[in-house]
């Protein structure tokens, strides 16, 4: 069996970050195994089937907190990756009325932002409600300062921000931690123009090419790590290989370690079973379900300046997607990212939740593209502005993301379900790892406004790295 230092479980950013820290410090003899055939796992560029050297994220696209990012500031310096701040025009776009001013409703959601986290910083005993529920009893209470459009439209925004955060619908969000995160970014967004690969690849050039040919091993999926003997930890391979170790870092997708049905092929075994500390905390932890979609045209037909349509649905109830076949995107918000605005390039890319994203992976492969159309085509119709009873062109493509069926990832990135515990809480306990040399990495494992961000994953890297070097110092002290 082959003895490493360090055995990094993952090759995302996460775990690739971990390994260039240990790298630099001068603890070189580790490895990075990985159950996929390529690194960087959520960090996922598609080429385009119809246009040479058009690429599509279906993983994270935007570097956010841009005043705290190193992923962004290795951008800017690498020239290579093309980016954009994307917080130009946006357009709202209502179901029945068109095209929505934003000061029919700006003053309100911001209004009810600041309404929905005086409610619990006043009273931090109130019990956590469903984002509708807290929308629901602030127009109750300040129904009389408010005329039907604004209610209307600012519930509409409201979910449309939320919604399309986290990819789940609001009334499974927490009230109470739904925009935690988000109001805590620092900077703006900037959109990744050619691809987060392009992202990737600047960081993978601080790894040697001798280390990731030899150190790297892909099609190595983990289903065992023995952690009985004090003196190390082994780590045992589907295929049969196993590594033993000084030092684990897991960067596991929390929704894959908190698999507790051994016939699942993603249940990994610990033994001993987990400290009872993790096992408590990790089915607190919940991945969203955000989608996206991309519909490539051959020609832009919808206005060319801005940058992103908010669709805001009139509808306040979820259709039953598998008993009421009338239902189109209508029924849920969504966020349109326009390409032609930021890239001169006839695309659209729609983000969407669950249970929408999840219906579409689910479709049949042979109507996919048809039934997607069938479902967007009438949001289409209202964001592009055509004229009532113009017909809008077919897209001559479109690709949808994998993640909540991807048996590696299932679903995106961590979410605030309506219930849940404290976030800080629970990183807290995984932030402590265990036996100080079984330590857990992973975008998710961050608190604040990183968490579930690409640039989470680097930060979580970059902590259990230091670990390891700091707990290494003292050992040769
Ligand atoms: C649709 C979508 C949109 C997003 N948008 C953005 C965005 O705009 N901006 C942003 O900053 N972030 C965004 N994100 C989030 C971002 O992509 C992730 O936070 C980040 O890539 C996570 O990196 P990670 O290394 O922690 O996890 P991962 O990338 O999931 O890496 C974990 C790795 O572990 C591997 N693995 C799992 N199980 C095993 C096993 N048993 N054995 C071996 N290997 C295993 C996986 O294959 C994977 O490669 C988005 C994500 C999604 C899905």
């Known amino acids: 069996m082959i003895h490493k230092k360090v055995v990094i479980i993952g090759g995302g950013i996460s775990g690739v970050k971990a390994a260039i820290d240990l790298y630099q410090a001068g603890i070189t003899d580790t490895i990075i195994v990985e159950s996929r055939d390529r690194l960087g796992g959520r960090l996922w560029t598609i080429n385009s089937e119809k246009t040479r050297g058009l690429k599509f994220d279906m993983g994270a696209s935007w570097f ?32 029945d009325d068109g095209d929505v001013p934003s000061w029919k409703f700006q003053t309100i959601v911001d209004e ?5 986290k005086l409610a619990y910083d006043k009273d931090p005993s109130k019990p956590d409600v469903s984002l509708k529920r807290l929308c629901e009893e602030y127009m109750h209470k300040y129904k009389d300062r408010l005329t039907e459009e604004q209610k209307q439209y600012a519930l509409g925004v409201i979910r449309a921000l939320a919604e399309l955060y986290h990819g789940e619908t609001w009334d499974t969000l927490s009230g109470k931690y739904c925009f935690a995160n988000m ?20 960081v993978l050039k601080e790894l040697p090419r001798e280390y990731l040919n030899h150190n790297v091993k892909l099609n190595a999926h983990v289903d065992k790590i023995d952690y009985s003997n004090p003196s190390k930890v082994i780590v045992h391979l589907f295929d049969g290989r196993s590594y033993s170790c000084d030092y684990l870092i897991c960067t596991i997708p929390q929704s894959i370690l908190q698999i507790t049905d051994p016939k699942d092929s993603c249940y990994l075994k610990w033994e001993p079973t987990l400290p009872p500390p993790l096992q408590k905390v990790l089915p607190d ?9 991309v519909f490539e045209f051959n020609e832009c037909f919808w206005p060319e300046d801005v940058e992103r349509f908010y669709a805001i649905t009139n509808t306040t109830s979820k259709p039953d997607l598998l008993g009421d076949l009338s239902f189109n995107a209508w029924d849920f918000p969504s966020v349109i990212v326009n390409y ?6 006839p695309s659209l890319v729609i983000l969407t939740q669950n249970p929408l994203s999840k219906y579409i ?38 690709y949808n993301s994998p993640w909540n069926g991807e048996y590696l990832t299932r679903g995106s990135y961590g979410t605030t379900p309506v219930g849940m515990n404290d976030p800080y809480k629970i990183n807290q306990i995984l932030n402590q790892g265990f036996q100080n040399r079984i330590r857990f ?3 998710e494992t961050m608190n604040g406004s990183a968490n579930g961000c690409a640039h989470g994953g680097w930060f979580s890297g970059e902590r259990e790295a230091r670990f390891i070097i700091e707990s290494e110092k003292k050992a040769k002290l």
């Open 64 to 95: 956010h907190d841009t005043l705290n990012n190193p992923l962004f500031e290795r951008a800017i310096k690498s020239k290579i990756v093309k980016y954009h701040f994307d917080d130009g025009k946006c357009q709202y776009v209502s179901q």
């Open 112 to 116: 009810m932002m600041s309404y929905f």
């Open 183 to 202: 109001n805590q970014h620092v900077g703006r967004r900037a959109f990744v123009e050619n691809g987060y690969y392009n992202v990737f690849q600047t």
């Open 285 to 293: 932890i919940h991945f969203g379900s955000l989608g996206k979609l």
């Open 340 to 345: 032609q605005a930021l890239m001169r390039l």
């Open 361 to 398: 992976e689910r479709l049949a492969k042979e109507d996919k593209q048809q039934d997607i159309w069938k479902l967007f085509k009438p949001v289409l119709e209202q964001a592009s502005l055509v004229p009532k009873g113009h017909q809008i062109p077919d897209p001559v493509a479109i």
């Open 441 to 443: 990495a992973g975008a």
